[in-house]
């Protein structure tokens, strides 16, 4: 089977740029998740997509982020306006039911200049 | 809120030898779940090995195995006959199987250089 997928791998945008990441997901896997990493740093929880739905949003760091799962298929993350802190790495993982080990994408790397 | 500790940010090992990475975590719950996940340079995350916290024996992987220590909340992991493919970012990871548990915790990594 194919496995997570991300694109793109790498990002490089300006401050106050918008950035859009996509997420597809392993088929199948309804449970979708984004996790980041900020450079040097422990990967913190973003938000959890049940199918279409927001389970979990509680790691989005404020309402420059966006995420949305059309169809409970694919997942984007919009970053708009882009920050300099907002540079890192950012991981998509699925899973088949909620207690199923995570399959993680290679990530996207964000940089903001 | 639950923590992880990896205070390694680096370590080095010989091909064929042993190396122990190390974890602490914090936590006020007795049921959840600790992992080892390994990041390859340009790959993705792949787990490596999973213990239930229930569980007393220490989870094994052939040649990866975890030191599990509870009421130390401490969570190592011992990579034995190290290989090049070894080489990698290894990230200690928690859930909790009650709360949140859609959440994991992760620590800020390990990187392992394997020295042929």
């Known amino acids: 089977e194919a496995g997570v997928t991300q694109f793109p791998s790498h990002s490089v945008i300006e401050k106050g740029q918008t950035v859009t990441l996509r997420c597809d997901p392993i088929s199948g896997h309804d449970n979708l998740y984004w996790y980041r990493r900020v450079m040097g740093k422990e990967i913190k929880f973003l938000l959890h997509f049940v199918k279409e739905s927001k389970q979990d949003e509680s790691g989005m760091p404020n309402n420059r982020f966006l995420a949305e799962r059309t169809g409970g298929t694919y997942s984007t993350l919009k970053v708009q306006p882009a920050e300099l802190e907002d540079s890192g790495v950012y991981f998509c993982?699925?899973?088949?039911?909620?207690?199923?080990?995570?399959?993680f994408g290679n990530g996207t790397r964000l940089t903001v200049t | 809120a639950q923590t992880v500790t990896q205070s390694q940010p680096e370590m080095s090992v010989q091909e064929a030898e042993t190396v122990t990475l190390s974890c602490t975590y914090d936590?006020?719950?007795?049921?959840?779940?600790l992992f080892w996940y390994k990041q390859p340079p340009s790959r993705q995350m792949i787990l490596v090995i999973r213990?239930?916290?229930?569980?007393?024996q220490n989870a094994t992987e052939n040649r990866f195995s975890v030191n599990f220590q509870k009421a130390a909340k401490s969570f190592s992991l011992k990579i034995s006959d190290s290989q090049l493919g070894d080489a990698a970012m290894y990230f200690c990871a928690y859930r909790s199987s009650k709360y949140n548990f859609n959440k994991f915790y992760f620590g800020s990594g390990t990187k392992l250089n394997v020295k042929p």
């Open positions: 936590t006020s719950e007795s049921d959840y779940y």
């Open positions: 993982a699925s899973s088949l039911h909620r207690d199923s080990p995570l399959h």
């Open positions: 213990q239930e916290a229930y569980k007393q």
